[in-house]
């Protein structure tokens, strides 16, 4: 089993809709959840982090972590075009896992 | 404040050349990763420091080597290139691991490497 599961897509979603992407992981130490953004020919780069179980809010974006599940998801509220990217999910326990991405789309 | 900073940005490279990879960070972090990424691919996790003379393999060490002999500076070594490490590199620095608050990885821009 994958340490971490997230959906590749491509995932297209109209400019102003929801996105929605999820991660599971398997490791049931682990502690806290990162989502990354990246960017076609860039690095990666950190918008959300996640400690505990519920909902976390920041701008367009809300985290939301259910341990028992062992799942995790980001949801981007009013998506723009600049939102079009790979989103990566990494949890983190003893060790650091990635994702290998969700590719989300927002079509203008 | 220039956080991850890696050298060069692309190189070519010739099968069974060599060359090193820059990676200095000035956040006084402890933690220094080197991640691969294929097209299309995830990270994978080559090599991993925990400070100055401590190093240990990732997923995926073969073929490179590293050192850490200061806090900022953490250089990938790359010997006898071979087409299979066409690839871009990243390093990364956290301040801690084991999950918790400051145990986010930073990323410089990344090394993009073809070896012909």
């Known amino acids: 089993q994958k340490e971490v599961e997230q959906n590749s897509g491509p995932l297209s979603v109209p400019e102003g809709a929801i996105a929605s992407l999820n991660c599971t992981y398997s490791d049931r130490g682990s502690q806290s959840f990162f989502w990354y953004r990246q960017y076609s020919g860039k690095s990666p780069e950190l918008i959300m982090s996640?400690?505990?179980?519920g909902d976390k809010e920041d701008g367009r974006f809300t985290a939301q972590l259910n341990k028992a599940s062992q799942y995790v998801s980001l949801l981007i509220r009013d998506s723009q075009p600049s939102d079009s990217a790979t989103y990566l999910c990494a949890p983190v326990g003893n060790q650091f896992y990635f994702g290998t991405g969700t590719s989300l789309t927002v079509i203008p | 404040n220039a956080g991850v900073t890696q050298t060069p940005k692309f190189r070519i490279l010739k099968i069974g050349q060599s060359m090193t990879l820059q990676c200095t960070q000035d956040m006084n972090h402890n933690y220094m990763y080197w991640y691969r990424q294929d097209p299309g691919m995830g990270l994978k996790l080559i090599y991993y420091?925990?400070?100055?003379?401590?190093?240990d393999k990732g997923e995926v060490p073969n073929g490179y080597n590293v050192s850490r002999s200061t806090t900022e500076d953490f250089p990938l070594r790359l010997e006898l290139a071979a087409p299979s490490q066409t690839s871009v590199y990243f390093c990364a620095s956290s301040r801690r691991t084991s999950g918790g608050p400051g145990s986010e990885q930073f990323f410089g821009p990344g090394t993009r490497l073809t070896v012909l």
């Open positions: 420091s925990v400070g100055a003379g401590i190093t």
């Open positions: 996640i400690y505990s179980n």
